[in-house]
């Protein structure tokens, strides 16, 4: 029996992870491909996929962003305001399309991430997720009845309002755009900009995973309220630090402060904010699952 082949790409800020096969258990091959300038990566990136393409039904695309995923847009399929260098108005879509000549559908890193785990993942059988990556950036990515929620532009919701208490935690805030929104002031580069050194090298007791562990949870309160989704995912680099994920879970349920009644989170609060069961694949899984609903 010959299987269909899939390609997964997940395209971010620091590296492109690519695949080929048709799920968790069935990767062909896959590479990580470091984010230089625009031109040289893609090149990489379609490389990768040649030798296969013949065998591919398609190819999904999670990127970072922002990334416009709307299909009547003239900038469909381009990365248009990042602060990354180089990689303002970058047409990956159509740069993609050219290399590989094979059908490509795209959406969010976060989106595709999301779609990965609700196939194969920890929200597997759930109508209604939410996956949240804190890691260089931080972005959400909703997953209803299967399909990422998009609305005029894709959801951006690393850079929400939350409480900052100037007194407790002086940083000013790392986001171009916003200064202290969430992202601003809890991911990655938000910590290393406080601290002179990079958030991994703070070790587990350092005081300020408290403070981290509030505005996360502050966050997650707001999509909890608005959204209510049936389980919170949370990945990227920051929380590769298995501890924060209980500092999260009880904040929450402080916050929360009894408001909400259900068993997930008065009681089973550590099934109910969990890590990504496919930990880093997910977004490329994503991608696959991707190309699989679009052309399988
Ligand atoms: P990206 O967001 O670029 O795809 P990651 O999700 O790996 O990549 O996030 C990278 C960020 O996460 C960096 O700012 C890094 O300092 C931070 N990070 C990576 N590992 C850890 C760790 N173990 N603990 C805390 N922060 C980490
Ligand atoms: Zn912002």
Redesign the pocket.
Known sequence: MTEKLFGGIEG????FNCAIGSGPGHIMTEARIETTMPDETLRHVVGFFTPYLSQLQGVGLGS?GPFDVDPASPTYGYITTTPKPGWANTNILGSLCEGLGVPISVDM?VAAAGLGESRWGASRGLRHSLYL?????IGGGTIIDGKPLHGLVSPEMGHIRIPHDREADPFSGACPYHRDCFEGLA???A??ARFGR???A?GGDHPFWDMEAGYVAHALVNYIFILAPEIIIL????M??EFLFNKVRKQVQVLLNSYLIHDLLLKNIDRYIVPPFLG?RAGVLGGMALAMDAFG
């Open positions: 971010g800020g620091t590296k970072f890193d990556t804190i890691g260089t950036g991911s990655g580069p910590i290393q990079p958030a991994e703070l990945g990227g680099g920051v590769q630090n880093n």
